[in-house]
T-cell receptor
Framework: EAGVAQSPRYKIIEKRQSVAFWCNPISGHATLYWYQQILGQGPKLLIQFQNNGVVDDSQLPKDRFSAERLKGVDSTLKIQPAKLEDSAVYLC?????????????FGPGTRLLVL | GIQVEQSPPDLILQEGANSTLRCNFSDSVNNLQWFHQNPWGQLINLFYIPSGTKQNGRLSATTVATERYSLLYISSSQTTDSGVYFCAVDPYGNNRLAFGKGNQVVVIP
């Protein structure tokens, strides 16, 4: 079974530019998450999707960050315009939807450096 | 929100040594997991352990929910155990995880 795929793996941009990240979850996983992991910190949840609907985006800085999952499969996360403090690893995770507990499966992440 | 504190922040081990990592959390939780992030950044679930004790090979974990802490034991450490160990909790049972800052472990041969 293929894991969670993310691209690009690395991105370097200048502040005020825009950037987009792509995530393809494990086939059949209805729930998708985007996390931001700043160096030396644990991952911080940005947004949770259930199929193509947003379940929680309370920690997403909506003035500059946006995310979508139009067909309930792939997802994109966009930052516009980027700030220096957005330098981080952006992790995508997915999990199946069931009545019991299921772990989240994480992708390899996209490392963003804002200069 | 809930606070998740992990200790020690950094640990250097000689190969073959044992160690204990601790996670304290500030409120009751429905779910607690331990993850390992390898040096290449991949996060892997180790244990789902909201209470009790579980073992998986050289790793074991214990959560005492009433006292709001969890412990991860690494026995006979190997260089492949290097990385960052994260404790993550789900306070509301909605599968939204709050992570601690992690325990950075380096195992030297």
């Amino acid at each position: 079974e293929a894991g969670v795929a993310q691209s690009p793996r690395y991105k370097i941009i200048e502040k005020r530019q825009s950037v987009a990240f792509w995530c393809n979850p494990i086939s059949g996983h209805a729930t998708l998450y985007w996390y931001q992991q700043i160096l030396g910190q644990g991952p911080k949840l940005l947004i949770q999707f259930q199929n193509n609907g947003v379940v929680d985006d309370s920690q997403l800085p909506k003035d500059r960050f946006s995310a979508e999952r139009l067909k309930g499969v792939d997802s994109t996360l966009k930052i516009q315009p980027a700030k220096l403090e957005d330098s981080a690893v952006y992790l995508c995770a997915s999990r199946p939807t069931g009545t019991g507990w299921e772990t989240q499966y994480f992708g390899p992440g996209t490392r963003l450096l804002v200069l | 929100g809930i606070q998740v504190e992990q200790s020690p922040p950094d640990l250097i081990l000689q190969e073959g040594a044992n160690s204990t990592l601790r996670c304290n959390f500030s409120d009751s939780v429905n779910n607690l997991q331990w993850f390992h992030q390898n040096p290449w950044g991949q996060l892997i679930n180790l244990f789902y352990i909201p209470s009790g004790t579980k073992q998986n090979g050289r790793l074991s974990a214990t959560t005492v929910a009433t006292e709001r802490y969890s412990l991860l034991y690494i026995s006979s450490s190997q260089t492949t155990d290097s990385g960052v160990y994260f404790c993550a909790v789900d306070p509301y049972g909605n599968n939204r995880l709050a992570f601690g800052k992690g325990n950075q472990v380096v195992v030297i041969p």
